[in-house]
T-cell receptor, first 114, second 113 residues
Framework: DTEVTQTPKHLVMGMTNKKSLKCEQH?????MYWYKQKAKKPPELMFV???????INESVPSRFSPECPNSSLLNLHLHALQPEDSALYLC?????????????FGEGSRLTVL | GEDVEQSLFLSVREGDSSVINCTYT??????LYWYKQEPGAGLQLLTY?????DMKQDQRLTVLLNKKDKHLSLRIADTQTGDSAIYFC?????????????FGTGTRLKVLA
């Protein structure tokens, strides 16, 4: 199984809602990543979990709250978002020391904030 | 910090070769990658090159690496309409013992039939 599964594929939420994005992988990867991608832009790193611990937070606003319940799951909790947070949120896993250490991406969750 | 730079757009005719260029920032990157993104989808790894190589060929794909100039290129031979997509180069570096992947600005390839 070389898949990273993200749910939901699409999400529309108001600025006062609380919602969560979910990501799952069963490749035994110990690092999991959240990226944000705006239209016609490259993915921008948000968070990295390594061995279930948060190891990188790229100064992301606290209205985004990541969680790694176990080595296969990664969540992104959303609260009080702004319309400019509308984007494609990509989850990835991998980053191990073995060659070539690439990232495997999910299909993304497209978020619209009204 | 500096961006990993790519030209924004490339248009080629079906059957021609495409060359997509990338200038990366971290000279200590051990691996460099090329990813493809189709509309509304995630990123798919196409190929990669280890930093001690200067060329890698993988079927229709050829990667060239110039470490001195921090320049990476991807050549697609016999380009097909199915190759139309956005192509991102990516460098891998290490922060606090964790691998961090930085993506280039992306090149939109359009293949004309």
């Amino acid at each position: 199984d070389t898949e990273v599964t993200q749910t939901p594929k699409h999400l529309v939420m108001g600025m006062t809602n609380k919602k969560s994005l979910k990501c799952e992988q069963h490749m035994g990867h110990r690092a999991m990543y959240w990226y944000k991608q705006k239209a016609k832009k490259p993915p921008e790193l948000m968070f990295v979990y390594s061995y279930e611990k948060l190891s990188i937070n790229e100064s992301v606003p606290s209205r985004f709250s990541p969680e790694c319940p176990n080595s296969s799951l990664l969540n992104l909790h959303l609260h009080a978002l702004q319309p400019e947070d509308s984007a494609l949120y990509l989850c990835a896993s991998g980053g191990g020391p073995s060659s070539p250490g690439e990232l495997f991406f999910g299909e993304g969750s497209r978020l619209t904030v009204l | 910090g500096e961006d990993v730079e790519q030209s924004l757009f490339l248009s080629v005719r079906e059957g021609d070769s495409s060359v997509i260029n990338c200038t990366y920032t971290d000279s200590s990157s051990t691996y460099l990658y090329w990813y493809k993104q189709e509309p509304g989808a995630g990123l798919q790894l196409l190929t990669y090159i280890f930093s001690n190589m200067d060329m890698k060929q993988d079927q229709r794909l050829t990667v060239l690496l110039n470490k001195k100039d921090k320049h990476l290129s991807l050549r697609i031979a016999d380009t097909q309409t199915g190759d139309s997509a956005i192509y991102f180069c990516a460098e891998r570096n290490t922060t606090s013992g964790t691998y961090k992947y930085i993506f280039g600005t992306g090149t939109r390839l359009k293949v004309l039939a």
